[in-house]
Nanobody, 124 residues
Framework: QVQLVESGGGLVQAGGSLRLSCVAS????????MGWFRQAPGKEHEFVTA????????YNADSVKGRFTISRDNVGNMVFLQMNSLKPEDTAVYYC?????????????????WGQGTQVTVSS
């Protein structure tokens, strides 16, 4: 069982940066791949980025490549999302999720545990 709590969301101007954090409970955090998804109003959940359990592999959606970076701290049971050059279209609720699968899962169905989400709003 893994419980996830996100933080770090807020309001930022276009071109600005935010860093999201997700803290996980449970002693098996290091066995899970971690991902970030987002959901904008009226839209489906969208995959953003994922990181393997070891931290050696990452994968970003095309929409955030070159702007967002995922990282993790397996000692502190945390995963981070550094978001730079933010755009108004990045506005969404961002969710941290944990997957028992290897590699860098990109499908929502690959993830078993989800946080409650944190709101990111980018003004133009």
């Amino acid at each position: 069982q893994v419980q996830l709590v996100e933080s770090g969301g807020g309001l930022v101007q276009a071109g600005g940066s935010l860093r999201l954090s997700c803290v996980a409970s449970g002693r098996t955090f290091g066995k899970y791949a971690m991902g970030w998804f987002r959901q904008a109003p009226g839209k489906e959940h969208e995959f953003v980025t994922a990181i393997s359990w070891s931290g050696l592999s990452t994968y970003n959606a095309d929409s955030v490549k070159g702007r967002f970076t995922i990282s993790r701290d397996n000692v502190g049971n945390m995963v981070f999302l550094q978001m730079n050059s933010l755009k108004p279209e990045d506005t969404a609720v961002y969710y941290c999720a944990a997957s028992p699968y290897g590699g860098v899962p990109t499908m929502r169905s690959d993830y078993d545990y989800w946080g409650q989400g944190t709101q990111v709003t980018v003004s133009s």
